[in-house]
Nanobody, 115 residues
Framework: VQLVESGGGLVQPGGSLKLSCTAS????????IFWNRQRPGKERELVAG????????IYRASVEGRFTTSRDTAKNAVFLEMNNLEPDDTAVYSC?????????WGQGTQVTVSS
């Protein structure tokens, strides 16, 4: 099982980024996939989650309406589209999945929101 994130970078406040989480070793349509972030000096927090069916998602209150999840089962990848980014969104973003009571994490991708 492997998760690889990409798409992070430096963006100005109000800007947008789309993160990708490409999975291997399992099919994303069989498990819920979660996006997390760790902001500087803060504990890791859940940002969003995509149900295995792809029909529903959950979002942290602070990102509701700005962040949107999606997925491409052909590419076995999930995405996190982030709009109207704020400096407080600066963090390392990573995806993770629970399979057979074991947790798998990607290495993370840095998102920096700054002018």
């Amino acid at each position: 099982v492997q998760l690889v994130e990409s798409g992070g970078g430096l963006v100005q406040p109000g800007g947008s980024l789309k993160l990708s989480c490409t999975a291997s070793g399992f099919q994303i349509n069989m498990y819920d996939i979660f996006w997390n972030r760790q902001r500087p000096g803060k504990e890791r927090e859940l940002v969003a989650g995509v149900h295995e069916s792809g029909d529903s998602s959950i979002y942290r209150a602070s990102v509701e309406g700005r962040f949107t999840t999606s997925r491409d089962t052909a590419k076995n990848a999930v995405f996190l589209e982030m709009n109207n980014l704020e400096p407080d969104d600066t963090a390392v973003y990573s995806c993770h999945v629970f399979i057979n009571r074991r947790e798998y994490w990607g290495q993370g991708t840095q998102v920096t929101v700054s002018s």
